[in-house]
Structures are given as C-alpha cells and as structure tokens.
C-alpha cells in the first residue's frame, strides 16, 4: 500500500510551484520592459541627436545669411560650462574654497558642470586663477558621461554602465530614464539640468597629455597660461584629460 504524501510536504510543493510561475512571469515581464526600453532609448539618442544637428545647420545657415546680407550673427549666449579645478588648495582664499565648494571642485582636476547665470557668472571670476572653464559641446558631454561618468545613488558612487543606473537615481524624480536622456538635459541645460546635475558624481580627469606648465599654469589663458576662461577651446583640453 503506498504512502500518502503529508498535507505539509503538498502544500510546500504548491507554495514552490506558485513561486516558481511568479518568478518566471516576472522575468517574462522583464525581459519584455527591457527589449521596449532599448527600442524607447534608441530612439530618444536618434531625436536628440536629430535636434541637435538641425540645430546646428540652423546656425551655419543663418551666418551664412548675415555675410551675403553683410550684417553679422549674434549666437545664443552659452548656458552651460564646464569647470575643471587646475590648481591645488594651497594660497586659496575662504570665499574661493566655499565657492568651490558649491561647484563641488574639491580634488585637483575634479570637473563639472555649470549653470550660467549672473551668479555663477560672479562666482566663476572670484575662482579663476584656480580653474579653467569654458563651452563644453554635446560630443564632449557624451564623452564625459561614457568615459568617466559615475551616478550618485542612496550617496554611493556608481559607475554609468548602464542604463538602469540612471533609470534608478533619475527616473522617479524627473523622468530622465537613460544616459541619451540625461546627456541631453545636461547638454541643452534643460528644465531639470539641477537633479541631473546632483546625480552626476563630479568627474575625475586625468593629468593632460603634456601635462600642465608650471609656469604657464597661474598665467591666464588670455595670457598664455592655463587658468580662466577658455571658450570652446575646453573641449580640446577636456579630450587631453580624458
């Protein structure tokens, strides 16, 4: 005569079972939300980039307009800068060790972006025999986000490898759900460029090739040295530091 099977060891094998198709349609779901999410994301990096190339050929345009006309072309004022810290703290004075501070430029080459506003414009000046800065392009924001980006979660330093790792720190909050849409809200200082901003880790560049001179460093860029304004000749320095 068999033996029958204890209630006990029946209804682990139905709570098993259970788990077992739960798991199976959560990963179904998954893998479902992820093959969406990469058709979402690939499309998202191809409008930006779109915008981004219409935009430029519109400026190329309207120049080319202004010379035939023989007037001239006013560009848009740059909204955004990239500040890299050049020097160390020795010699800094309180005001321009809190300023970057805010600017969160607390390591020798530590770089980030800013917001340009009357402010910034004022905190920017008291801080630059220390730093350099200029207009960063979009290439060179992508570079920065692919090559050395590191998002800030639960106050933790996480490498930009995927994805999910901007998905978790930005998406709930502001509906940045990928590394095309938060190079973009950098890149374009869009309407949630501060959260952004806040979950990019400041950036750790290297020395540059060639290095820096010591005697060229404290002279402005102006002037031939390193410090100050630049322009758009940061995303040159910027490819050195990479």
Known sequence: MAMKTPESVLKKQ???????????????????????????????SKKYDEE?????????????????????FVPAE??????????GIIGVSPKAKKVMQLFRLRQLHNATFVKLNEATVRM??????Y?????????????????????KIAKQRIPIATNDV???GLAEKCGIECTADLINEIATVGPNFKKANNFLWPFKLS???????????????????????????????IARML
């Not at 920017?124 to 025999?129: A, N, T, Y």
């Not at 090739?209 to 390193?226: A, P, R």
């Open 14 to 44: 139905a709570t098993q079972k259970k788990l077992a198709a739960a798991a199976a349609a959560d990963a179904k779901t998954a893998a479902t939300k992820a093959a969406s999410d990469a058709i979402k994301f690939e499309a998202n």
């Open 52 to 72: 981004y190339d219409a935009a430029q050929k519109l400026a190329i345009d309207n120049r080319r307009k202004a010379k035939v006309d023989g007037g001239f």
């Open 78 to 87: 740059p909204k955004l800068v990239c500040v890299i810290r050049i020097r």
């Open 124 to 129: 920017l000046r008291l801080i630059e025999p």
């Open 131 to 151: 730093v350099t800065y200029g207009y960063p392009t979009r290439a060179t924001v992508q570079k920065m986000v692919y090559k050395r980006g590191f998002g």
């Open 166 to 168: 901007v998905a978790r």
């Open 207 to 237: 020395n540059p090739k060639g290095g820096f001179s010591s005697k060229t460093k404290l002279l402005h860029f102006m002037e031939g040295g390193e410090a100050g304004a630049r322009g758009e000749e940061i995303n040159k320095l």
